[in-house]
């Protein structure tokens, strides 16, 4: 009977790095479609980040026609942020448009990936498990990065009332826009 704590306690330390094996980014497919087919539902400017970065964010039609304010994200919503650099002045400073938010360059950084299946969750311990939510990263050609699971779960952990999403959840619970 002592030998579950142990276990536990493994899991708990070590978890993330063993279930990337099984649970994680390898079973996330690169959506080489989203600039012509997903829904852009978002831009967020990261001062915080260096380079400083706009970031795009986009839905599968299927999921942004399903989703509801009421009800978590339906099972195959896939979310797409792509980090592109922030054109910047001489100074280094972000150089702003019209509209007051920076301006973004053609050069893309990173594309993050979060997809939700049922039962991906499953295989997560319950302090980093995201609902059925799991994530991966990629370079701008679609080539797997190494994703640091744990961290992508812990950063959305909190977000559990909002589906473990940062903009998506909030962008329909504020009535996105319908064809």
Request: with cysteine.
């Amino acid at each position: 009977m002592r030998i579950a704590p142990v276990v536990i306690v493994s899991l708990a330390l070590f978890g993330a790095a063993a279930l990337d094996a099984a649970a994680g980014p390898e079973r996330i497919s690169y959506p080489a479609d989203y600039r012509t087919r997903f829904v852009p539902f978002g831009t967020v400017d990261r001062p915080d980040r260096n380079p400083k970065q706009v970031r795009f964010l986009y839905v599968n039609p299927e999921a942004a026609a399903a989703a509801r304010g009421d009800q978590p994200a339906p099972e195959g919503t896939v979310l797409v942020m792509v980090d592109r650099r922030a054109q910047t002045d001489a100074a280094g400073n972000p150089v702003l448009g019209p509209d007051g938010r920076y301006v973004a360059t053609d050069e893309v950084l990173q594309v993050a990936v979060q997809e939700k299946r049922r039962g991906w969750g499953a295989e997560y311990p319950d302090n980093l498990r995201n609902g059925d939510w799991d994530y991966a990263t990629f370079a701008p050609d679609g080539s797997r990065r190494p994703t640091n699971s744990a961290a992508c779960l812990g950063c959305h952990k909190p977000r559990a009332s909002l589906d473990y999403t940062f903009a998506f959840q909030r962008w329909v619970i504020d009535g996105k826009p319908r064809d």
